[in-house]
């Protein structure tokens, strides 16, 4: 059974920097790939970004030279560097790993003030 633990949300000021950890326990973490999806009030859950086991990363649009996934198998922890934040990346963030399966975190909400 894979748990995963999204932490580093808060409130921030547009133009700020955040970085969001997930620490999973359970599995091997280190053969799969982690992402990062949000979900804003009224709205569906969104991707964000991945990575995968080799590293290879992958953003939305949306974040793209913003926002970077980094890894490191030895801590079994997945991050979320968001930097240039905009009220509109305000959401509560969730933690999906392995990716596209059902494990996913409890969410950490981020909000970026104007």
């Known amino acids: 059974q894979v748990q995963l633990a999204e932490s580093g949300g808060g409130l921030v000021q547009a133009g700020g920097s955040l970085r969001l950890s997930c620490i999973v326990s359970g599995g091997s973490f280190s053969n799969y790939g982690a992402g990062w999806f949000r979900q804003a009030p009224g709205k569906e859950r969104e991707f964000v970004a991945s990575?995968?086991?080799?590293?290879?990363?992958r953003y939305a649009d949306s974040v793209k030279g913003r926002f970077h996934i980094s890894r490191d198998n030895a801590k079994n922890t997945v991050y979320l560097q968001m930097n240039s934040l905009k009220p509109e990346d305000t959401a509560v963030y969730y933690c999906n790993a392995p990716m596209t399966s059902s494990f996913w975190g409890q969410g950490t909400q981020v909000t970026v003030s104007s």
């Open positions: 990575i995968s086991w080799s590293a290879i990363t």
